[in-house]
């Protein structure tokens, strides 16, 4: 096969120079497209003195939404752009898949509809990056989010993506403020009045704790007995803390009442089934 080099060689001096021109343009579009949202960003959080605080996450949030919609949009003009250069229709192809063809189009019914429901995510702030949520089902951090998806992972490491427009119940885990709840069951030979006042004083030392007495928004509250189980009589101690730090807490009050309790003879209760043999 035989090449006209005198024809490809005037082909890349009318149109080669103009697709290396689109590809630099791109570029340059792309890479100033992350300095304005990177500074953007650095700006509206330096807005407030708190690491990590409500602003922040909300702001990761929005500016990474927007960078990754004007990466799609820098991408998807340039293609079409380079397509018209090398002397490929773009409009005929356009005109058969245009809004209206979409509109009807299963494919881009979904899109559109992850699309406004991610905006609306975003406006109404229902969580952000970091936030711990559960979402159809699903527990985890939110590690991404984009107009059409949002990533969260699990306590176990699976990464799950979650089309925005099958999201219709959110429960957010570190929105405000978080409640560390800790049930604790003993025999009903202990005293209840003896236990109670363990938990209180279980409560009052976590106020006192170098570390973990910053976590918390109240004091620790002993609501007395809330149950009567088969085999145990069930208490519990619940304390207000910051978002996600109940977690923290809940482990740390589990301990304290694992050593505490049998340091007075308190014993805890365990399911248990009695035999009676008959002579």
Not at 15 to 25: F, K, Q
Not at 239 to 251: E, F, Y
Not at 258 to 267: A, P, S, T, V, Y
């Amino acid at each position: 096969m035989d090449i006209n080099t005198d024809a490809l060689l005037a082909w890349l001096i009318e149109h080669g120079v103009a697709v290396v021109g689109i590809l630099v343009v791109a570029a340059l579009s792309y890479w100033l497209l992350g300095i304005a949202t990177r500074s953007l960003s650095k700006h509206i959080q330096s807005l407030d003195d708190e690491e990590d605080s409500e602003l922040d996450r909300r702001t990761r949030t929005i500016f990474r939404v927007v960078h990754s919609t004007g990466v799609v949009l820098i991408v998807g003009t340039a293609v079409l752009m380079i397509l018209t250069e090398m002397g490929i229709p773009v409009t005929p192809v356009l005109a058969s898949v245009g809004f209206v063809g979409l509109a009807f189009g299963l494919g881009a019914q979904t899109l559109v509809k992850d699309i406004i429901s991610g905006l609306f995510i975003l406006l109404e702030n229902q969580y952000t990056v970091g936030d711990t949520v559960t979402i159809s089902g699903i527990t985890g951090t939110v590690e991404m989010m984009t107009l059409r998806s949002t990533v969260v992972r699990d306590v176990v490491g699976t990464l799950h993506n979650i089309p925005n427009g099958e999201i219709r119940i959110v429960a957010n885990k570190s929105r405000d403020w978080s409640r560390a709840i800790v049930d604790v069951s003993i025999t009903y030979d202990d005293d209840v009045d003896a236990a109670l006042q363990t938990l209180q004083e279980i409560g009052a030392a976590l106020a006192e704790d170098e570390k973990l007495g910053k976590l918390l928004l109240e004091t620790a509250v002993v609501t007395g007995v809330e149950g009567l189980d088969d085999w145990a009589v069930r208490l519990r101690i619940m304390v207000k803390t910051q978002p996600d730090a109940h977690w923290g807490v809940q482990r740390h009050l589990r301990r304290q009442i694992r050593l505490i309790f049998e340091q007075k003879g308190i014993d805890l209760a365990f399911p248990r089934q009695d035999v009676k043999l008959l002579p």
